[in-house]
């Protein structure tokens, strides 16, 4: 079992991994393409509620 403070480590790194990543998709973007928001059909609702 590994110690607590590399099973934190390694989140930490996970994070900042995911991070740096979402920080190269602009979602600012008005980008018309298929992922834009009005592709979804009526009753999607982005996972909430």
């Known amino acids: ?3 607590r403070c590399a ?3 390694s989140h930490v790194l996970v994070l ?3 991070l740096s ?3 190269d998709f ?3 973007k008005n980008n018309y ?3 834009y ?3 979804f059909p009526a009753g999607f609702s ?3 509620g």
Do not use: H, I, N, Q
Request: glycine share 12%; net charge negative.
């Open 1 to 3: 079992m590994l110690p």
């Open 7 to 9: 099973v934190s480590v």
């Open 16 to 18: 900042v991994l995911c």
């Open 21 to 23: 990543a979402a920080e």
């Open 26 to 28: 602009d979602w600012t």
């Open 33 to 35: 393409g298929s992922f």
């Open 37 to 39: 928001y009005g592709t």
């Open 46 to 48: 982005w996972g909430a």
